[in-house]
């Protein structure tokens, strides 16, 4: 929780800030948001507390109660894994990017409809990218004290760069709303077969 809550509040501030950096008044700015594409970087700011969630699910304090995961009757730890993954997102990332969609609608009205709806199939899209790349844990397994501090420099580079350029082109196509709504397809076959893979994960796919 110590890890994870704060993000919550990090997501608005970071809002703020990139909304409201400008030299103009308060004012001036919040008039002119309309005829900005701000609202794109709103759209993916909740994903920040999903993807901290699952670099912090796999630490606890109890994680000697892990050998129950060996002791279940599980072929595949995979189920056990896409179980936790949808448990993330439907609580901490689900109900953030509503409030936020809620004050897209409020400032670009209709106009973003298109940009909110593209933006959280590609926030489930980058989600699933993300757990296909990352090393994959047990949830609740590891002792805090286990961190590896030094992390692993070329699966970050690979993480950030497949995590990026879904949200970069939706940047570059903010203003073809149809392109958006003719990629939304291949968004949910990837979406599929990266959700298969990770459900197909093997107990020598996990690290422990």
Not at 42 to 62: G, H, K, N, R, W
Not at 87 to 108: C, D, E, K, T
Not at 109 to 122: E, H, M, Q, T, Y
Request: charged letters at 10%; a positive charge.
């Amino acid at each position: 929780k110590l890890k994870i809550y704060p993000g919550f509040g990090l997501i608005f501030v970071f809002g703020f800030i990139f909304l409201f950096k400008s030299k103009e008044s308060i004012s001036s700015v919040w008039a002119n948001l309309p005829d900005t594409s701000y609202h794109i970087l709103l759209i993916y700011l909740p994903f920040m507390v999903a993807q901290t969630a699952i670099s912090e699910i796999p630490f606890s304090d109890d994680f000697r109660a892990s050998w129950i995961y060996y002791s279940a009757p599980l072929k595949k730890p995979g189920e056990l894994l896409l179980g936790t993954a949808k448990a993330v997102f439907v609580q901490l990332f689900i109900p953030v990017y509503l409030v936020i969609s809620v004050g897209i609608l409020a400032i670009w009205k209709g106009v973003a409809l298109d940009d909110i709806f593209f933006g959280l199939i590609n926030n489930v899209l980058i989600f699933m990218i993300l757990l296909n790349v990352v090393t994959r844990y047990l949830p609740l397994s590891i002792a805090p004290n286990a961190r590896n501090q030094s992390g692993n420099l070329l699966r970050g580079l690979l993480m950030f760069v497949c995590t990026g350029i879904p949200a970069f082109g939706h940047y570059l196509l903010v203003n073809k709303p149809w392109i958006l709504l003719a990629a939304i397809p291949f968004q949910l076959i990837a979406i599929y077969f990266l959700q298969r893979n990770y459900r197909n994960t093997s107990w020598s796919g996990v690290k422990f």
